[in-house]
């Protein structure tokens, strides 16, 4: 039951060095054994690497616990953020890093170089309080993913289900005509601009309501309420669902002329127009207003793309902090600029039709302007010279002269 | 012949530290006149830069080498991996990493401390017995991608004359037309795809053939064969050229309605359908049939997109194992599925068809769906609850009771 | 005024030990109240991180100051490139690295390990005479984009005007027709392709420039001239623009088929065909040109996706010296010819019909084709195996016999 692997794969010289590391792979439950032994282990390097089945399944990290039970040893969280895999065949691309922790430098060290010999890169991730840490990052599952992918499910399918009455349901029900076959690219194709854009809104109105209430309260040394505090940390996985919506929407859309339906009906209309003998005229505004509806559309998607891009970790960490906010915040404000201005190029004057007006339903697309134009409008405002230098001082540390308590001050200057 | 190079680009303060370090830039051939220099070499850090023009062209590693020679000296293998251009300039963006080995840790502070100061970020590799490996990386020119891409080209050379034979020289013998300008767009479109969805069939291949042979032999504690080991080790590089030849048929695809054949085509088809009076009716299952074929096209290619970016270097050391694995393994048969059911949908009830098999041939897409078909049946019979069952207790360690070595168990827990 | 801030976030463990470190948050022209507590800070560590608002604003980083006013105290300068928001929310995404340095290495250790146990990643960048550098950073604002930004620019700015007069004006002035609607899409798309594939063959040119310098002056120890060095550095953000402007050539090129203007034309001009009773013969080098011309732009592009893939800090960090240079170099120029060969393609037999000479002037794609072309014919002649010999025996570092001086071999060998 009890096994202390010496790991094998090391090189002879590293193999002579290590015997005083002590890898211990055995279940929490078993550890009491080890209680007895302590007087061997004593002053011997103990790497822990066991991981539990769940999230705070014990009061204390097993790491700690181990190191209480036998007080003379040094113990080093390591290796238990790797899979079995690599530890059996060495470091693959998925997993290069490992992290460790512990209370002795030395110990650590020693740890440390073993790792390095056997090919990985180390991650020192500071004293074993921060075991718990690392025994719950191998149980993680994208947490920071969960509110933004409810968002987007929720909008998805509640769009979804509105266009599929208004457009598929109501065809049926007024004109008898089934046009079900639209479900599969028509309609997605509205499902998920519609999420994009509002999910993109969405990103920027945390920084906005956090403006508003910096100029209100006149002072940045009050916390911000929770929410938005989370709603702010899960932007960047907003923006990337927002952006992965917005490239399924750029792939169904550019699949358009090569469908069945859209050919037939062309051909249809052509054949049509000349059994009437009717000749239509070139009407160079609807040129204008379809290229100007492409061009902003393509505009904005290449920008995101940018913005997404500069989102990946390498690039992230290559660009200085003014560079990223450059890139997040001023050229993030035109992605949302092109992309809404697209959205009202498509609506153009169909606002204005009563055929619009399915049901006395609004059509989906001006559902999905409210936000990003309440982002825009208030972006504006905020931009306004004398709000904008109200605020640049506020963010710099001047406060309000308000008989506020002077204690939060220190705190950060 | 002999020259120590003082790097003279150090600031001031660290050149007065530096001067007991000793940067040798000489081939390894002239190494012997060292030996004299011994005694003045004495203590001082010895930096290896050499690089050989072949691999195993020597025995043991140059700086191996250069430490029997000059046993006194502490030898550190560094900077033989940045470029004449890296070492002229300073880090650029292709060389900021310099990886260093050598026996001595105070040797090698001294030096990981002047290649901090040049602006580089230095990577420890253990001791001097590394020497060969990084010795060996400048001559790397991606091993691991060999075999994916022989597999590519082979796949692409035989799906390419198999349908140029089908397509163009059937049409040339049996209606006497010449369709070879289809070679440029059309042929091309049919052989991408095919490639693409075999091979990555062949990322997932290998994991269910694993997983039969753990459940054959009852234990997870056997080696696999080494074929089936290699073939795990290459299986991102499968993917990724799959994902690339993805790519190019989606390029390939979107580009058919501005081809001049495509229009030429249309337009004839509307002005016969004209001179003839037909009318054609709007077909509602040709629709949905298209319809979806293009969703499950466009939806598997963005979760094969996925897939890609999660292999990025930065973006899978961001990730737990969990993570990854949920990402590689769950969303990669969601993906193979899409790519199958797409493949599926292109072929609809053609296989009914004699004129389908032109000179008793089947056309290329079924050939293509052998392979992701047999995976996606296997891994429906791995997820039957009862195999599921015991193939994840073999994978946490249980053996089905064979009277086997016990020794195995002893080296993973 | 004067405020010394003790970070209170740390955990229980950590802040017993860091009593020793005294972060600084004020601003430099405050400093000289220090010069009075020196005697209370003698031993202790100071964190300066301070930022100015300028660069070059004191002749000497803030830190090196620092460390004249209190000479006993031990002055590391750290966490000044870290934003506001990742010091009161603990490590984002965009915020993970701590840059510092300093004179004393133990005092480096202590802000260090306090920084890992803050979750950060800590680089250190040398001795003090770093500080300067590190407080320069966080005003950077893409100092190496922007000779190429302003180069695309100017290319675009030129080339629209250009296209706006052959095209828009022209047609107005010669025709009387308004198609100022073509700017939107059409004018775009030629503009767009036209500046990439100029961006593109820039990048390679200072490659033959720097190639024909050497063979000129036959070795390679002698420096490039100035611009050429730094346009050499500016290669790869040369060619990410180039790859920008191919990205958007490539999302105008698909939307093509759903504008309005070329249905309009399509359906007219198929209407005119019956009403004329037209039949138009199928032409199959038609045919062929425009399937090769497609085909080479797929490639190129798909090409040119791979070399920017490559040049992300995380995928470039993977690959040995020779690996990125054989994707840069071999591919690059493939890259070149495929973008060239796409553009020769469309040109076709254009050059020879006196209607393409608008006003006297070529059309854009022509003067497009000017820079590429060069290249690829003097890589052409630096492939010749008698140049390659002499190119590469130079690169090796023979020197043609000169009565040269022979000090800049010693530098670097």
Chains 1, 2, 3 share one sequence.
Not at 401 to 406: A, F, G, L, R, V
Request: hydrophobic share 45%.
């Amino acid at each position: 039951m009890l096994c202390f692997c010496f790991v094998q794969v090391l090189s002879h010289a590293a193999a002579a060095e290590s015997s005083s590391l002590v890898f211990l792979c055995i279940h929490r439950q078993h550890y009491d054994f080890l209680e007895s032994l302590a007087p061997q282990l004593k002053g011997k390097v103990l790497v822990d690497v066991s991981n539990n089945l769940k999230k705070n399944l014990y009061p204390e990290a097993n790491a700690e616990y181990l190191q209480r039970l036998v007080p003379g040893a040094h113990v080093v969280k390591a290796f238990n953020t790797l899979s079995a895999w690599a530890l059996q065949n060495g470091p693959s691309d998925a997993n290069r890093q490992v992290f460790l922790c512990g209370n002795r430098a030395e110990a650590k060290q020693a740890v440390a170089e073993t790792a390095t010999k056997l090919g990985f890169s180390v991650l020192d991730r500071g004293s074993l309080s921060a075991a718990r840490e690392l025994e719950d990052f191998p149980l993680r599952l994208f947490p920071e993913w969960r509110l933004p992918l409810l968002i987007a499910i929720g909008l998805s399918a509640f769009f979804f289900f509105y266009l599929l009455i208004r457009d598929v349901v109501y065809t049926y029900v007024v004109q008898g005509k089934d046009i079900s076959f639209r479900i599969m690219v028509s309609l997605a194709n509205k499902v998920f601009p519609i999420v994009s854009l509002i999910m993109l809104a969405l990103c920027y109105l945390p920084g906005i309501i956090a403006a508003i209430l910096q100029l209100y309260r006149g002072t940045k040394y009050r916390r911000f309420p929770d929410w938005l505090d989370r709603w702010m940390l899960c932007r960047k996985q907003l923006g990337l669902l927002a952006l992965g919506f917005a490239s399924l929407h750029v792939f169904y859309t550019l699949v358009i002329p090569i469908r069945y339906y859209v050919r037939f009906k062309i051909g249809a209309g052509i054949i049509s127009q000349i059994k009437e003998n009717r000749t239509s005229e070139f009407d160079n505004s609807i040129a204008w207003r379809g290229d100007s509806y492409f061009s902003m559309g393509i505009l904005g998607f290449c920008l995101f793309l940018l913005l997404g891009i500069t989102s990946l970790p390498s690039v992230s960490n290559a660009l200085s902090w003014r560079e990223f906010s450059f890139i997040q915040s001023k050229l993030g404000y035109l992605t949302v600029f092109f992309c809404t201005f697209h959205a009202y190029l498509y609506g153009w004057d169909r606002f204005l039709r009563p055929s619009t007006y399915k049901w006395f339903t609004p059509p989906g697309y001006m559902l999905s302007l409210i936000v990003p134009s309440l982002v825009l409008v208030f972006k504006l405002l905020l931009l306004l010279p004398c709000v904008d230098r109200t605020l640049t001082r506020i963010r710099q540390g001047w406060e309000r002269c308000d008989p506020e308590d002077d204690s939060k001050k220190t705190l950060l200057t």
